[in-house]
């Protein structure tokens, strides 16, 4: 069992930046992915990032490749989603996730555990 908790979030101007945390406590397996959601009103969530919780893979979906960066420091039991270049696009509340991801990091179902989110709004 663990605890998500997301924070960072707020209101940008297009063009900025913000860096979104999550904090993970209990036990998080080595072969667990850590990804980051988002989910517009009126959208279904969407994959935006994932990083393993061992190794050195990172994922990331198209539309934020080039802008995005996830990144994890396992001393702090913290993942991180740095965000420039916003868009208006980008706005959404965005969900921190944690399992095994069998089936892709994109993929929702392989994430058993899931932050209450965080709201980002890009203002243009």
């Known amino acids: 069992q663990i605890q998500l908790v997301e924070s960072g979030g707020g209101l940008v101007q297009a063009g900025g930046s913000l860096r979104l945390s999550c904090a993970a406590s209990?036990?998080?397996?080595?072969?667990?992915?850590m990804g980051w959601f988002r989910q517009a009103p009126g959208q279904e969530r969407e994959f935006v990032a994932g990083v393993r919780w061992s190794g050195i893979s990172t994922y990331y979906a198209d539309s934020v490749k080039g802008r995005f960066t996830i990144s994890r420091d396992n001393d702090k039991n913290t993942v991180y989603l740095q965000m420039d270049s916003l868009k208006a696009e980008d706005t959404a509340v965005y969900y921190c996730?944690?399992?095994?991801?069998?089936?892709?990091?994109?993929?929702?179902?392989?994430?058993?555990?899931w932050g209450q989110g965080t709201q980002v709004t890009v203002s243009s």
């Open positions: 209990g036990r998080i397996f080595r072969n667990y992915v």
């Open positions: 996730a944690g399992g095994l991801a069998g089936r892709g990091a994109w993929d929702t179902s392989g994430y058993g555990y």
